[in-house]
């Protein structure tokens, strides 16, 4: 169990840049999760995978943010003309199948918006 | 959609000490509730979690409680330790649904050696 990966650690970009993030889930989990976390506040869902399928995305994820999972493997999510306020955590997590299976969250990408 | 409040949003302990955070749902149909510690620069790590059919979990100096019917559970950390200083999150999860388990905002544990 080599735990989950992401990168970058840290993205500084201009306000109306795209930027990509990468997440690397533990290889047994079919489970993907995106989350976002400002200071202050726990962690805020934004969508999530079953194997390559995007099962559900919350309406915190505006139509400049897109995510894919294309082999049901690694995960990117990319934020087109980013904004101050997209300024923040991004967490990305996975699971095993089934209910009540816990979330292994990575160290978390650290994007600010300058 | 699920709402998880949690308190308080700071606590302040001496070592050796126990310390209690609390946490109230209100999906009635949520049945999962696990707890996450997290640390200075990384992700929330999973330190228990409680499932629906039972009242009370023990793992060494930690133990969460749950009360269904008032839908809120607690979490109890004994014999305080510096290493303990972290932020802590409560989430709980529905069944029969997603598998998406909504956070609490967090308490931020100090504990003074």
């Known amino acids: 169990d080599t735990g989950v990966s992401q990168d970058p650690r840290h993205k500084i970009t201009k306000r109306g840049q795209n930027v990509t993030f990468r997440c690397d889930p533990i290889s047994e989990h079919n489970r993907l999760y995106w989350y976002r976390q400002t200071l202050g506040q726990g962690p805020e869902f934004l969508t999530y995978?079953?194997?390559?399928?995007?099962?559900?995305k919350s309406r915190l994820l505006s139509d400049r943010f897109s995510a894919e999972r294309p082999k049901g493997s690694f995960s990117t999510l990319e934020i087109q003309r980013t904004e101050q306020g997209d300024s923040a955590m991004y967490l990305c997590?996975?699971?095993?199948?089934?209910?009540?299976?816990?979330?292994?969250f990575g160290n978390g990408t650290r994007l600010t918006v300058t | 959609g699920e709402n998880v409040e949690q308190h308080p949003s700071t606590l302040s302990v001496q070592e050796g000490d126990s310390a209690v955070i609390k946490c109230t749902y209100s999906d009635s149909a949520s049945n999962y509730f696990p707890w996450y510690k997290q640390e200075l620069g990384k992700g929330p790590q999973l330190i228990i979690d409680i499932r629906s059919n039972v009242g009370e979990k023990k793992d060494q100096r930690i133990a969460v409680t749950l009360n269904k019917t008032a839908k809120h559970f607690s979490l109890h950390i004994t014999e305080t330790q510096p290493e303990d200083s972290a932020v802590y999150f409560c989430?709980?999860?529905?069944?029969?649904?997603?598998?998406?388990?909504?956070f609490g905002r967090g308490t931020s544990l100090i504990v003074h050696p």
């Open positions: 997590a996975s699971s095993l199948p089934g209910p009540n299976s816990p979330l292994h």
């Open positions: 995978f079953q194997n390559e399928a995007q099962l559900e």
């Open positions: 989430a709980a999860e529905a069944s029969g649904g997603s598998y998406i388990p909504t």
